[in-house]
């Protein structure tokens, strides 16, 4: 079974804190990493993607993600985060092996950020 | 530009009622996702259209939901009969093609089923 975990449900740190949202994969061949984020009764937006070449990648907000093939990882890290990042987080794949195109979610990571 | 437009952004049915839901992908895109959100279950995929045509329909949601796209720039999703447990939120996204993975969502509907 292709899986996306993301193992913290919640995740808690002070606002100027670095943060890292972990996110792990079981799939072979072909596929997209991404994240996005939900704010509070508002629908998932892009923060950045990975497919091949460097494997850090910056997004948007000073949110940048690193992949690792041998740990089948994508994490999410910023350096500094602001209240305003208090969200929801989810990591994604996209599989294309064997002709599927299936986008499936992790059950998200929610980032609260304390005063 | 707009983005993905969901309508209604609530709904709230009887039990046994049909409902159906509506969304409006991004101009131009090809593909297009509908997805069920609830706290507990994440994200689930409910059915993915290419260029109109019907890729996945999510398995185990076959019974009762049945996604359409009439045309490029519209689709529905039919829940019947509905059931208190199909109470959650609707995603709809889209995306230009199966290359691009920037997703674009709409706000969702929220659906409470009595």
């Known amino acids: 079974t292709q899986t996306v975990s993301q193992s913290d449900a919640h995740v808690t740190v002070f606002e100027g804190d670095s943060v890292e949202l972990r996110c792990n994969y079981s799939?072979?061949?072909?596929?997209?990493l991404s994240w996005y984020i939900q704010h509070h009764g508002r629908g998932l937006q892009f923060l950045l993607k990975y497919y091949s070449g460097n494997p850090v990648v910056q997004g948007v907000n000073g949110f940048e993600a690193e992949f690792s093939k041998s740990d089948s990882s994508f994490h999410l890290r910023k350096a500094s985060v602001h209240w305003s990042d208090s969200a929801v987080y989810f990591c994604a794949v996209r599989d294309y092996t064997g002709g599927a195109d299936r986008l499936t979610f992790g059950k998200g990571t929610q980032l609260i950020i304390q005063p | 530009d707009a983005g993905v437009t969901q309508t209604p952004r609530h709904e709230v049915a009887e039990k046994g009622q049909t409902i159906i839901l509506k969304c409006e992908p991004v101009s131009g895109h090809n593909d297009l996702f509908w997805y069920r959100q609830t706290k507990i279950q994440g994200l689930e995929l409910l059915s993915y259209f290419r260029s109109k045509s019907l890729m996945e329909d999510g398995g185990a949601f076959k019974d009762r939901f049945k996604a359409e796209m009439l045309n490029s720039s519209f689709s529905t999703l039919k829940i019947q009969p509905t059931e208190p447990k199909d109470s959650a939120v609707y995603l709809c996204?889209?995306?230009?093609?199966?290359?691009?993975?920037?997703?674009?969502f709409g706000k969702g509907t929220r659906l409470t089923v009595v």
């Open positions: 799939y072979g061949g072909s596929i997209y």
């Open positions: 996204a889209s995306s230009l093609d199966p290359l691009n993975t920037e997703v674009f």
